[in-house]
């Protein structure tokens, strides 16, 4: 909304019901006070103010201010709100796209007005509401949302998601426009966006001769930068499964069921690792993947187990909470994590799925494609929704998920070929969580 010097009160009905409410529930014995604050969800920290930002963190913050709970609208300065990453942005419809957006305030210290985001488009409109893309704005005289991504994407006819902030006694709201309502504005996108995500993968693999191989992949170009960069030695064995825990710390499980910590030193021509560390037996695990925030998975048969790593490097004594997360069921032919407890696979007949993984017999499983996958033997993620899928013939494809986290593949696009050939590695993992 345009800039006013008018304060109106803020959900005063709302409010006032509910301190009513909360004093007779007191007075009656039926509710009691606890000090306990509830920890609000984390939001993307990737951008600077006013620096290129990806599509996908772009809706990651409008979505903090959606799960907060606590945006109530506003147009006064002296309301705004935390983005979660340091920034405060004013809770109104501008408020809230420059929050996405992660814009500078205006010389005066305010938010910006919607007469100001032409500044940040280059100045140009879209040319037309189809070429929509997430996290691209809808902009009218006096009013902004932000374009999350459309209901049907093969019939923009059925209108789009949004997030956007209206009025007062409302917070951030979370909804579908329909077609009609979208024709009274027209889109701008931020000339700053991008839209996949940026960054270097890290991706580390095994020969079948039990060396190890290190390759970097550009995952904005889907570019090979760096490598692979093989080892001279041997760990002795083939590995049945590995995870990447850290840029220099890998764990890998051998034929005979140990797990072992592998400890990486790598540069630019060459890579070298120390004696692995065994971990312990009865690690029967074909599949293992690590979330890059302290949960390790790993698949025996068709059961799903969650460990707890609470080390760097760690010994026997991390790995701990063997939690059993159901005991049939995962029969995947690759496994990876995307995210704090996300996990993606593929299954033999050809689906990719998504996990989330809340705790035993506690999870959620997402078809987002039902056929055609098959064809890849291994599947690695460095976050951000970034998959690469790698081919018995040696060919690694990049794809990119703009919400890895909404059960849906309608927005994932992007497929680009890393290599047609070349990675003849038979085991395959990327650092994880180092893509936003």
Request: proline share 4%; aromatic share 10%; with cysteine.
């Given at each position: ?20 409410m909360?004093?007779a ?20 920290a ?9 599509r ?30 340091g ?25 910006l ?78 000339d ?36 692979a960069?093989v ?29 072992y ?10 890579l ?32 799903l ?35 704090r ?11 990719l799925l ?22 890849f ?59 936003n």
């Amino acid at each position: 909304m345009k800039r006013s010097v008018v304060r109106l009160p803020r959900s005063w009905a709302h409010q006032f019901a509910s301190s009513v409410m909360v004093v007779a529930m007191l007075a009656a014995g039926l509710l009691t006070l606890h000090t306990t604050i509830a920890k609000l969800p984390e939001a993307s920290a990737s951008s600077a103010v006013g620096g290129p930002i990806t599509r996908a963190e772009v809706i990651a913050r409008a979505k903090y201010w959606y799960d907060r709970g606590d945006t109530w609208y506003s147009q006064d300065q002296s309301d705004a709100i935390s983005d979660g990453t340091g920034g405060k942005y004013r809770p109104d419809c501008s408020g809230l796209v420059a929050m996405a957006w992660h814009l500078p305030k205006k010389s005066d210290g305010w938010d910006l007005n919607t007469g100001d985001f032409h500044s940040y488009s280059g100045k140009s409109w879209l040319g037309s509401l189809h070429d929509l893309l997430p996290g691209d704005g809808l902009l009218k005289d006096g009013h902004i949302e932000l374009f999350e991504k459309w209901v049907n994407p093969g019939a923009h006819g059925d209108g789009a998601w949004v997030y956007s902030e209206n009025t007062y006694g409302q917070k951030t709201n979370h909804n579908i426009d329909s077609w009609s309502e979208m024709t009274t504005y027209r889109g701008i996108r931020y000339d700053k966006i991008s839209s996949g995500p940026t960054g270097l993968a890290s991706v580390y693999g095994v020969t079948d001769d039990g060396r190890l191989t290190y390759t970097v992949v550009d995952v904005e170009t889907a570019d090979r930068t760096h490598g692979a960069v093989v080892s001279s030695a041997s760990l002795g064995f083939v590995p049945v499964a590995m995870a990447t825990l850290n840029f220099n710390t890998i764990l890998v499980t051998s034929p005979a069921g140990e797990l072992y910590r592998v400890d990486v030193i790598t540069n630019s021509d060459s890579l070298t690792f120390s004696q692995p560390t065994p971990l312990g037996g009865g690690w029967t695990h074909r599949l293992l993947a690590y979330d890059g925030h302290g949960h390790l998975y790993g698949i025996a048969g068709s059961a799903l187990r969650r460990y707890t790593i609470t080390a760097a490097k760690p010994a026997a004594a991390n790995i701990t909470d063997n939690t059993l997360i159901q005991e049939s069921g995962f029969v995947l032919k690759t496994l990876t994590a995307t995210g704090r407890d996300w996990l993606l696979g593929t299954t033999s007949t050809g689906e990719l799925l998504s996990y989330r993984i809340s705790g035993p017999e506690s999870w959620k499983r997402y078809e987002l494609r039902a056929a055609t996958w098959q064809t890849f033997d291994m599947m690695v993620s460095p976050g951000g929704g970034v998959y690469l899928g790698h081919k018995p013939d040696g060919s690694v494809t990049r794809y990119v998920d703009t919400d890895p986290y909404d059960g849906s593949a309608d927005d994932m696009n992007g497929a680009k070929t890393v290599d047609a050939g070349g990675w003849t590695q038979v085991l395959l993992s990327a650092q994880p969580n180092t893509i936003n």
